[in-house]
């Protein structure tokens, strides 16, 4: 993508607050989730857990779930110091998110530090592409989906489906032409009482969408697929490239694993 689509957000700071390790601290607002093409922010740290994570009043870096793995990057300090970021995961109770970079390196980080942070942008922008490739590879294979994982130019599928038969190149194709309707990619926020109205929203069967926020955030393909997801997409399907199905699975008695990697 172009640097252009990429730039650095500052919002303001969510005020609602949750203890981490007996540590007041203020919960991370996800950037992420309002615009998945942001690569850098900048933030307040606003603790540091033994384990050597750095929490931050904002981010960028998605946090791990959902099958997509957390972000990688840098904390960049005011006195030049370039830290990497190998992981981000969520806290206990899910309100802060947690940039994982070593207890050496965390230990040089103070709460009420002002630091910016780089996402590792190619890698993202992979596990979008791929992302989005699997919403659409659930349009093609419509069957419950029994789980999934994202990589860095590949992800899989698992379908509930007890007879066999999948071929590659047929499954292939009509995701190819699916991702070349160049189809936009948007999002919006339903309740928790209308999705427990529209059951068939839900696809997976064993991940449910969390409950307890009062809000359920749709990813939708315009005419092609709408479904509850709290990870990143790209903003048009024709972003995705080509892809290819490279293998089918049988996993247990009324299970296929599908498995699917970016050509281009």
Not at 28 to 57: H, I, K, M, N, W
Not at 106 to 113: N, Q, T
Request: glycine residues 10%; contains cysteine.
């Amino acid at each position: 993508m172009p640097s252009a689509s990429r730039r650095i957000l500052r919002l303001p700071e969510r005020r609602s607050q949750a203890h981490y390790d007996g540590t007041m601290m203020t919960a991370t607002t996800p950037l992420f989730r309002d615009d998945a093409y942001a690569s850098s922010c900048q933030a307040t740290v606003t603790g540091v857990t033994p384990e050597g994570g750095v929490v931050l009043d904002r981010t960028v870096f998605y946090a791990q779930g959902g099958g997509q793995p957390g972000d990688a990057g840098a904390i960049l300090r005011s006195n030049g110091e370039r830290i990497a970021v190998t992981n981000t995961v969520y806290g206990p109770d899910r309100s802060q998110i947690v940039h994982l970079v070593g207890t050496e390196a965390a230990s040089r980080i103070a709460p009420g530090e002002s630091v910016e942070l780089q996402l590792d942008w190619a890698k993202r922008f992979k596990r979008m592409r791929v992302h989005t490739a699997l919403h659409l590879l659930s349009v093609v294979l419509p069957y419950p989906v029994t789980g999934g994982a994202i990589g860095d130019g590949d992800g899989r599928l698992d379908f509930d489906l007890p007879e066999g038969g999948l071929d590659k190149a047929d499954v292939t194709e009509k995701l190819n032409a699916l991702i070349a309707r160049d189809a936009p990619v948007t999002e919006r926020w339903i309740t928790d009482e209308e999705l427990d109205a529209n059951p068939g929203l839900v696809k997976t069967m064993s991940v449910k969408p969390p409950r307890g926020s009062g809000r359920i955030r749709l990813v939708e393909i315009e005419g092609i697929d709408l479904q509850p997801c709290g990870g990143t997409h790209v903003r048009r399907t024709g972003e995705i490239g080509t892809v290819a199905i490279t293998d089918i699975e049988k996993k247990g008695k009324q299970n296929r694993r599908v498995r699917m990697s970016l050509v281009d």
